[in-house]
């Protein structure tokens, strides 16, 4: 896949002396009455669940970095969460050609029977899992999460999940009205959890763990025998077990393994994935969730009321990324791997800085040696040194002392960047 180039002001929006703004037409520079606010009018209450849920603080990063990046200020991110490349071209066609058909009206629900069967064939081969294509349901890998949170967890529910893990599960496990029940990891084991200490965790109110393999943020991948030992204490504990394997093709070292596939574990097992980094497919919006069929039949009726169906046109351009050639995921995942070895070499070479060499994903999670809350390092490395990763804090409390550094960038991006950081380091 060709790398994308970092987007510059274009030359031709940006404004030159003696340009003047356009006018505005007369018709819109007063707001008409009908839509001003009078005296009396108030806005909308938002509803309690929503307190104490944060907006995604990645969405937030990326979205400041943009702006910055728009005023021309020269930002090296690495704080993307998707592959710098483009869509493999074979799929876009696929797309275009869906379109050029005239395919652009409501699907079934739960995906095309087409890509229901694709899914269903890819998981059942290269993950083991055993399914068909009645356990798929196609949707938005992040609203697969959501809508799982509020079809099998109710009020006071537990859910355990690793600390630190991705911001949006305990954003949907509360907006469901469970509490997320955090285990902590740690460095030196390089973030993977510890069974015992989910076994030590259950409480009569426990409903489901939730896994996510390779993770994002610390790019570490459980071990099978870690897996086996997780399933068994769900087993035991009647818990279903949400297994996020978004990042299930990103690998460099080991192999992964899908929990769906243990035995007796597929009918407790809600497995999320899709297409956005496997295929560098973000804006696409396709994913999928695989699960019994009893389980897909109440995330259907959540589908049904909330975004009725996956985008039409972009369904047949999914069987073919699945069922098409794979060359370009795997040039993508050798390059990354190159990029993961680079940036490690380089952060190594930091002093205060510390780093594992994760086994997936595209993520490096570096511990650093001071006192400062990670939010705060992060908004002077953005302020003074020009370059964006996430804080740590982010995905949890142990993720304190830590930031994200997503290596989803060119080369020469990672060079210059961790250049910055390194001479930022020494000045703080
Ligand atoms: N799970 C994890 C761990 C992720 O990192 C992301 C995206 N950042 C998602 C789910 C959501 O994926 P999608 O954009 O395909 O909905």
Same mark, same amino acid.
């Given at each position: 896949?060709?790398?994308?180039?970092?987007?510059?002001?274009?030359?031709?929006?940006?404004?030159?002396?003696g340009?003047?703004?356009?006018a505005?037409?007369?018709?819109?520079?007063k707001?008409p009455?009908?839509?001003?606010?009078?005296?009396?009018?108030k806005?909308?209450?938002?509803?309690?669940?929503?307190?104490?849920?944060?907006?995604?603080?990645?969405?937030?990063?990326?979205?400041?970095?943009?702006?910055?990046?728009?005023m021309?200020?020269?930002?090296?991110?690495?704080?993307?969460?998707?592959?710098?490349?483009?869509?493999?071209?074979?799929?876009?066609?696929?797309?275009?050609?869906?379109?050029?058909?005239?395919?652009?009206?409501?699907?079934?629900?739960a995906?095309?029977?087409?890509?229901?069967?694709?899914?269903?064939?890819k998981a059942?081969s290269?993950?083991?899992?055993?399914?068909?294509?009645?356990?798929?349901?196609?949707?938005?890998?992040?609203?697969a999460i959501?809508?799982s949170?509020?079809?099998?967890?109710?009020?006071?529910? @537990?859910?355990? %999940?690793?600390?630190? =893990?991705?911001?949006? $599960? /305990?954003?949907? &496990?509360?907006?469901?009205?469970?509490?997320? #029940?955090?285990?902590?990891?740690?460095f030196?084991?390089?973030?993977?959890?510890?069974?015992?200490?989910?076994?030590?965790?259950?409480?009569?109110?426990?409903?489901?763990?939730?896994?996510?393999?390779p993770?994002?943020?610390?790019?570490?991948?459980?071990?099978c025998?870690?897996?086996?030992?997780?399933?068994?204490?769900?087993? @035991?504990?009647? %818990?279903?077990?949400? =297994?996020?394997?978004? $990042? /299930?093709s990103? &690998?460099?070292e080991?192999?992964?393994?899908? #929990?769906?596939?243990?035995p007796?574990?597929?009918?407790?097992?809600?497995?999320?994935?899709?297409?956005?980094?496997?295929?560098?497919?973000?804006?696409?919006?396709?994913?999928?969730?695989?699960?019994?069929?009893?389980?897909?039949?109440?995330?259907?009726?959540?589908?049904?009321?909330?975004?009725?169906?996956?985008v039409?046109f972009?369904q047949?351009?999914?069987?073919?990324?699945?069922?098409?050639?794979?060359?370009?995921?795997?040039?993508?995942?050798?390059?990354?791997?190159?990029?993961?070895?680079?940036?490690?070499?380089?952060?190594?070479?930091?002093?205060?800085?510390?780093?594992?060499?994760?086994?997936?994903?595209?993520?490096?999670?570096?511990?650093y040696?001071?006192?400062?809350?990670s939010?705060?390092?992060?908004?002077?490395?953005?302020?003074e040194?020009?370059?964006?990763?996430?804080?740590g804090?982010?995905?949890g409390?142990c993720?304190?002392?830590?930031?994200?550094?997503?290596?989803?960038?060119?080369?020469?991006?990672?060079?210059?960047?961790l250049?910055?950081?390194?001479?930022?380091?020494?000045?703080?």
């Amino acid at each position: 896949m060709a790398a994308k180039k970092l987007s510059k002001v274009p030359e031709e929006v940006k404004m030159k002396k003696g340009d003047k703004p356009a006018a505005v037409e007369k018709n819109h520079s007063k707001v008409p009455e009908e839509v001003k606010t009078k005296k009396g009018d108030k806005p909308a209450t938002a509803a309690k669940r929503l307190s104490g849920v944060p907006a995604s603080g990645t969405v937030a990063l990326s979205n400041l970095v943009s702006q910055m990046k728009s005023m021309g200020i020269d930002i090296v991110s690495f704080s993307m969460g998707e592959p710098d490349f483009v869509t493999p071209e074979n799929i876009v066609e696929a797309c275009k050609a869906s379109l050029n058909e005239g395919f652009t009206h409501y699907t079934p629900s739960a995906g095309i029977p087409e890509l229901r069967k694709a899914i269903a064939a890819k998981a059942f081969s290269d993950n083991r899992i055993p399914c068909t294509a009645k356990n798929v349901l196609v949707t938005p890998c992040k609203h697969a999460i959501f809508m799982s949170a509020l079809a099998f967890l109710d009020p006071g529910d @537990e859910v355990i %999940l690793p600390d630190p =893990s991705w911001v949006s $599960y /305990e954003a949907c &496990i509360r907006l469901a009205g469970a509490k997320p #029940v955090y285990i902590p990891t740690k460095f030196d084991d390089n973030f993977i959890i510890d069974p015992s200490l989910i076994s030590a965790s259950i409480t009569p109110k426990t409903k489901m763990i939730v896994l996510n393999s390779p993770s994002n943020p610390t790019g570490s991948v459980i071990p099978c025998e870690t897996i086996k030992d997780i399933s068994k204490i769900a087993i @035991e504990n009647n %818990l279903t077990v949400l =297994s996020d394997e978004i $990042y /299930e093709s990103i &690998i460099y070292e080991g192999k992964h393994h899908s #929990v769906a596939a243990v035995p007796d574990m597929f009918e407790r097992t809600i497995t999320i994935s899709g297409l956005s980094k496997t295929y560098a497919m973000t804006g696409w919006r396709l994913g999928w969730a695989i699960a019994s069929e009893k389980s897909i039949k109440e995330l259907d009726k959540l589908q049904t009321h909330s975004i009725s169906c996956c985008v039409s046109f972009t369904q047949p351009a999914a069987v073919e990324a699945i069922n098409g050639p794979q060359k370009e995921k795997e040039n993508m995942v050798k390059e990354f791997k190159k990029r993961r070895d680079l940036a490690v070499d380089l952060i190594r070479d930091i002093k205060g800085l510390d780093v594992n060499v994760p086994k997936g994903a595209f993520y490096l999670f570096p511990k650093y040696d001071s006192k400062v809350k990670s939010e705060v390092l992060c908004t002077k490395m953005l302020e003074e040194a020009h370059v964006a990763v996430t804080p740590g804090s982010a995905f949890g409390p142990c993720g304190e002392g830590f930031f994200r550094l997503s290596y989803a960038a060119s080369e020469d991006q990672i060079r210059e960047g961790l250049s910055r950081i390194k001479k930022f380091m020494n000045n703080l």
